[in-house]
């Protein structure tokens, strides 16, 4: 199976459909696991992109929060949300078939905080420099619950 051109097809399906135009497929041993379409403008769900319902769906079939032996397709180079999840269920490898670059004189994001030219600049910056307001409120009790995990999952 060609995994690009699925990965295409489901994108364009969905664009099809009222949706965004973003799509995953992930794969293992030359099979499906899991797919699925970016589904934010169809759920109102700004965390529900591609790359997050196909990985959710891929552990849940496979047990696991661990995607090491496969293969994930994106449409485009991922955004820092479902970067930060590839990394997180760390598979074999990650391909995509666009960039930012490439498809930027035909979609533009909306976001009050959130540009892609200058994301990754802003989440470098400390914390109190930051466009998002952000307030940190001090309680001992959070320290706690690490504590806690700490102590039941203590190897």
């Known amino acids: 199976m060609d995994f690009v051109?699925?990965?295409i097809e489901l994108a364009m399906k969905n664009v099809e459909e009222g949706?965004?135009?973003?799509a995953t497929v992930i794969a293992r041993d030359g099979?499906?696991?899991?797919?699925?379409?970016?589904?934010?403008?169809?759920?109102?769900d700004p965390t529900a992109h591609a790359e997050i319902l196909a990985?959710?769906?891929?552990?849940?079939?496979?047990?696991?929060?661990?995607?090491?032996d496969c293969d994930i397709y994106i449409l485009a180079s991922?955004?820092?949300?479902?970067?930060?999840?590839?990394?997180?269920?760390s598979p074999?490898?990650?391909?995509?078939?666009?960039?930012?670059?490439?498809y930027a004189p035909f979609y533009k994001d909306d976001r009050k905080y959130f540009e892609l030219d200058t994301f990754y600049a802003e989440f470098a910056k400390p914390i109190g420099e930051r466009r998002l307001p952000?307030?940190?409120q001090k309680d001992e009790g959070a320290i706690k619950v690490?504590?806690?995990?700490?102590?039941?999952?203590?190897r």
């Open 5 to 7: 051109k699925r990965t």
């Open 19 to 22: 949706g965004r135009p973003f």
């Open 31 to 44: 099979e499906i696991i899991a797919e699925s379409p970016n589904r934010v403008a169809q759920t109102s």
């Open 55 to 68: 990985v959710r769906e891929a552990c849940k079939k496979l047990g696991t929060e661990h995607l090491t």
């Open 78 to 89: 991922p955004r820092p949300m479902c970067l930060g999840s590839l990394y997180y269920c």
């Open 92 to 102: 074999r490898r990650v391909i995509y078939i666009t960039t930012r670059e490439d």
């Open 134 to 136: 952000m307030i940190q």
């Open 146 to 154: 690490y504590q806690r995990w700490k102590d039941l999952n203590a």
